[in-house]
């Protein structure tokens, strides 16, 4: 049941604004591949975008400990793309809160922001196979 619930929320995610915010991850993407120091940035970027085509069923988890050198990244992703895209995921997010069947959409939308703007150090999963480690 709970697969079927995906899918069926992939589905209408995908036809009311994922195809778009992937587009922009693609975009990105493509542009941080051509300058070549940025590619790193670009293989992120696409990652995401696989993501944001159907997100339902999958989570964002933080790798661990990551480097200096991602910390780094992070902080000029965040000013050279990151920004830019998480604009976009809240411009998309708020026709989505307009109607009842949005609003689960809408709250996705949102929760992909911190990964729009740091996306070196995270891992994206399966939900089924996601266990948090207790703190």
Do not use: E
């Amino acid at each position: 049941m709970r697969n079927t619930l995906s899918v069926v929320m992939n589905v209408i995610w995908l036809l009311f604004g994922g195809i778009w915010l992937a587009a922009g991850y693609f975009l990105a993407g493509i542009i941080c591949c051509l300058l070549i120091v940025t590619i790193p940035f670009g293989i992120a970027s696409f990652r995401i975008a696989v993501y944001a085509l159907w997100p339902f069923g999958r989570r964002v988890v933080d790798r661990g400990r990551v480097g200096a050198f991602s910390t780094i990244g992070n902080v000029i992703w965040v000013l050279v793309a990151g920004i830019w895209i998480a604009i976009g995921h809240v411009l998309t997010a708020i026709p989505m809160f307009a109607s009842i069947i949005g609003i689960p959409l809408g709250i996705a939308n949102l929760k992909m922001i911190p990964i729009s703007l740091m996306p070196l150090g995270k891992v994206i999963v399966p939900s089924a196979q996601y266990l948090p480690v207790p703190r």
